[in-house]
């Protein structure tokens, strides 16, 4: 089964700065998936990449297939993109099933 | 726009009772997923349907069953509630004939209490 880690945990940002959230996953894959999911519970999907980079807005997602690796940037945060941003990746042996990392939560001071 | 409904926002229910909740799609979507998701475990599957009458076991059946009669709609069904399936449950919806090519689309999440 695909393992699945986030970095950091909890992050706090002013208004303005550049972030940066990390997944790191332990078996190669054909495509990883990040996510945002605000308070109250409803969860967005943001990108879904193979290879390279996508770029939406203000986000950025880029990906590192022989390091097993995604980055999430944000440029020019705002207290709006404040919410858990979470990666998933396939977890092996299905075409259904996801493994979701623990999640990012990101907080965003004016 | 994309768009998967689920029946309640909030639920409180209690102990050896039978739960249903309900969540229905309006984009054909072949697959559709029942999530938990509790503090410190992310999300976990419990249960999907990837055509109307076919399910299977996710990571976490145990205590669950669910139902698809039609395509728009799945069912997640606590036989008898515990204390334990306290939980956000959160439904998603995807197109494709693969669960993992293609973004899922999540409802709102139901916040149930079992008491």
């Known amino acids: 089964k695909n393992e699945v880690e986030q970095s950091p945990q909890n992050l706090t940002a002013q208004e303005g700065e550049f972030i940066t959230i990390n997944c790191s996953y332990s078996v190669g894959i054909s495509a990883l998936h990040w996510l945002q999911q605000h308070p109250g519970g409803g969860i967005v999907s943001l990108f879904m990449?193979?290879?390279g980079k996508k770029k939406h807005g203000r986000l950025i997602a880029t990906i590192n297939i022989q390091e097993k690796h995604s980055s999430l940037h944000i440029t020019a945060s705002h207290p709006r993109d404040s919410a858990v941003y979470i990666c998933a990746v396939p977890s092996g042996g299905s075409n259904y099933k996801l493994t979701f990392g623990k999640g990012t939560l990101l907080t965003v001071n004016p | 726009d994309v768009k998967v409904t689920q029946s309640s926002r909030y639920l409180v229910k209690r102990t050896g009772e039978k739960v249903f909740l309900e969540c229905v799609q309006d984009m054909d979507h072949e697959n559709m997923f029942w999530y938990r998701q509790d503090p410190g475990l992310g999300l976990r599957l419990i249960y999907f349907s990837y055509d109307v009458k076919m399910k299977e076991k996710g990571d976490i059946p145990e205590g669950y069953s669910v139902s698809r009669e039609k395509k728009e709609r799945f069912s997640l069904i606590l036989e008898s509630a515990s204390t334990n399936q306290t939980s956000m449950y959160l439904c998603a919806s995807s197109w494709g004939s693969s669960g993992l090519d293609q973004p899922q689309h999540f409802g709102d999440g139901t916040r149930l209490s079992i008491l």
């Open positions: 990449l193979s290879s």
